[in-house]
């Protein structure tokens, strides 16, 4: 629907502008830290990786949350909107405790478990300890943006995340190599800038919410005490999402660990820490457009408007493919003046532009299992998608990367063919889910 296009790009290009914004701290890391040599270019690179595996138990909440805020505007109840923001903010405190002592327990038992070589487990371990130590604010950040993103409100997420990203480059570039009064951590100081901006960011976010202007208010007379029949309701839709991140990470550690047993793992890891900033910059363009879906699809449902959510589904998910190849166009052409942007080192561009070739080719086919992947999730149909990634990523991504590595003797080109095999399957099945339209009677 042409009418439809403006609505999904005035959504999605917040969203996706505040989730660079967040790839560009992470570059920021990578790039700082590449003067301190190869180890900690790929201690970053790996941590960064780690810590998505944990965090990624948020989604059970989070996810949860938006459908609901996400019916309930569409329903016009700012009153169910708000008791569920806080159910969520309660929720995933207590999770995100839990799994702080967990992350910070088993730091150096995942980085040896992937195979590192000491040197980055070292690195790694401290960046680790340090970030799980202060994983409630990232989550909480999260929690907030998502609650305002159900609510149609993506622009103060825009707003907050440049606020903690300049406050995180600043503080990384102090923290790491010592500057002024400042103690000089190097790797672990890019884990504590994350600490304090993500912390600075939830408390600029908290009095926006209290102060009545948004779309979505903390209002008196709902409560943060825990509601075990709202919490439930939050997690039969998010835990799905929850374990397909689970899931879906899992499958990129374990792929990090063969590239790990590749030929040359040190050469191979650092051009993966690097091609892999660049796919989450591309790949978070491609969950901007599962993010408008869901807020389209999750207001109509809300307003019993199933022909508008049909709609809206269908637009954001094509509209994101098409944008996603033509963006991929020059991310190739440029691709080794990227690498080289990060390192000097002949060896890990080469490795890392052939990476980055497989990312355009297979990002357009992400971005259709993302939009409408988000389509279902906005109906709170959240099970689909996690079945698919069990098969695409883990019966398909690792045992052909496995084969084509190891035994036709690819080596690590190999193992970038299998990421645009996985993607292509993907995209087939939940397009295929999306199509059959059984999810739009859904009750949540």
Same mark, same amino acid.
């Given at each position: 629907?042409?009418?439809?296009?403006r609505p999904?790009f005035?959504?999605?290009?917040?969203?996706?502008?505040?989730?660079?914004?967040?790839?560009?701290?992470?570059?920021?890391?990578?790039?700082?830290?590449?003067d301190?040599?190869a180890d900690?270019?790929?201690?970053v690179?790996v941590?960064?990786?780690v810590t998505?595996?944990?965090?990624?138990?948020?989604?059970?909440?989070?996810t949860?949350?938006?459908?609901?805020v996400?019916?309930?505007?569409?329903?016009?109840?700012?009153v169910?909107?708000?008791?569920?923001t !806080?159910?969520?903010?309660t929720?995933?405190?207590?999770v995100?405790i839990?799994?702080?002592?967990?992350?910070?327990?088993?730091?150096?038992?995942?980085?040896?478990?992937?195979?590192?070589?000491p040197?980055?487990?070292?690195?790694?371990?401290?960046?680790l300890?340090v970030?799980?130590?202060?994983?409630?604010?990232?989550?909480?950040?999260?929690?907030?943006?998502?609650?305002?993103?159900?609510?149609?409100?993506?622009?103060?997420?825009?707003y907050?995340?440049g606020v903690m990203?300049?406050? !995180?480059?600043a503080l990384?570039?102090?923290?790491?190599f010592?500057?002024?009064?400042?103690?000089?951590?190097?790797?672990t100081?890019?884990?504590?800038?994350t600490?304090i901006?993500?912390?600075?960011?939830?408390l600029?976010?908290m009095?926006?919410?209290y102060?009545?202007?948004?779309?979505?208010?903390l209002?008196?007379?709902?409560?943060?005490?825990?509601?075990?029949a709202?919490?439930?309701r939050?997690?039969r839709?998010?835990i799905?999402?929850?374990?397909?991140g689970?899931?879906?990470?899992?499958?990129g550690v374990?792929f990090?660990?063969?590239?790990?047993l590749?030929?040359?793992?040190v050469?191979?890891?650092?051009?993966?820490?690097?091609?892999?900033?660049?796919?989450?910059?591309?790949?978070?363009?491609?969950?901007?457009?599962?993010?408008?879906?869901?807020t389209?699809v999750g207001?109509?449902l809300?307003?019993?408007?199933?022909?508008?959510a049909?709609?809206?589904?269908?637009?954001?998910?094509?509209?994101?493919?098409l944008?996603?190849?033509?963006?991929g166009?020059?991310l190739a052409?440029?691709?080794?003046?990227?690498?080289?942007?990060?390192?000097?080192?002949?060896?890990?561009?080469?490795?890392?532009v052939?990476?980055?070739?497989?990312?355009?080719?297979a990002?357009?086919?992400?971005?259709?299992?993302?939009g409408?992947?988000?389509?279902l999730?906005g109906?709170?149909?959240? !099970?689909p998608a996690?079945?698919?990634?069990i098969?695409?990523?883990?019966?398909?991504r690792?045992?052909?990367?496995?084969?084509?590595?190891?035994?036709?003797?690819?080596g690590?080109?190999?193992?970038w063919?299998?990421?645009v095999?996985?993607?292509?399957l993907?995209?087939?099945l939940?397009i295929?889910k999306?199509t059959?339209?059984?999810?739009?009677?859904?009750?949540?």
């Open positions: 629907n042409r009418s439809l296009v999904v005035a959504l999605a290009f917040p969203v996706a502008a505040s989730s660079q914004l967040d790839t560009l701290a992470g570059l920021a890391d990578v790039f700082l830290v590449r301190l040599g900690a270019i790929s201690a690179g941590s960064q990786i998505m595996v944990i965090g990624v138990m948020m989604i059970s909440v989070s949860g949350a938006f459908t609901m996400a019916q309930a505007i569409g329903a016009g109840s700012p169910e909107a708000s008791a569920t !806080k159910q969520a903010f929720l995933v405190t207590l995100s839990a799994l702080s002592l967990i992350g910070i327990i088993t730091s150096r038992f995942a980085l040896e478990m992937l195979s590192m070589p040197a980055i487990i070292e690195l790694g371990t401290a960046y300890r970030f799980f130590a202060g994983l409630v604010f990232m989550t909480l950040n999260f929690t907030l943006s998502n609650c305002l993103y159900g609510a149609g409100e993506t622009r103060i997420p825009l907050l995340n990203a300049l406050l !995180k480059i990384s570039y102090l923290l790491i010592g500057i002024g009064p400042f103690p000089e951590l190097g790797v100081g890019a884990a504590l800038s600490v901006s993500r912390a600075a960011g939830f600029l976010g009095v926006l919410l102060n009545g202007r948004l779309p979505l208010c209002l008196p007379g709902t409560s943060y005490f825990p509601d075990r709202r919490a439930q939050m997690l839709i998010g799905p999402s929850a374990m397909q689970l899931f879906r990470n899992g499958s374990v990090l660990k063969l590239i790990a590749t030929a040359a793992p050469t191979a890891v650092a051009a993966y820490s690097i091609g892999n900033q660049m796919e989450r910059i591309i790949r978070r363009t491609s969950l901007a457009f599962g993010t408008a879906a869901t389209l207001q109509n809300g307003a019993q408007n199933q022909q508008a049909v709609q809206s589904g269908w637009t954001a998910t094509l509209v994101g493919a944008s996603m190849a033509l963006l166009l020059p052409w440029f691709a080794p003046e990227i690498m080289g942007f990060f390192t000097v080192e002949p060896a890990i561009i080469r490795v890392g052939i990476y980055i070739y497989a990312i355009a080719l990002e357009p086919f992400q971005c259709l299992a993302i409408a992947g988000g389509a999730r109906a709170g149909d959240t !099970k996690l079945y698919y990634t098969i695409s990523q883990w019966l398909v690792l045992p052909v990367g496995y084969a084509l590595a190891f035994w036709l003797h690819w690590i080109p190999g193992l063919v299998s990421l095999a996985f993607s292509v993907q995209a087939l939940t295929r999306f059959d339209g059984s999810w739009q009677n859904r009750e949540i």
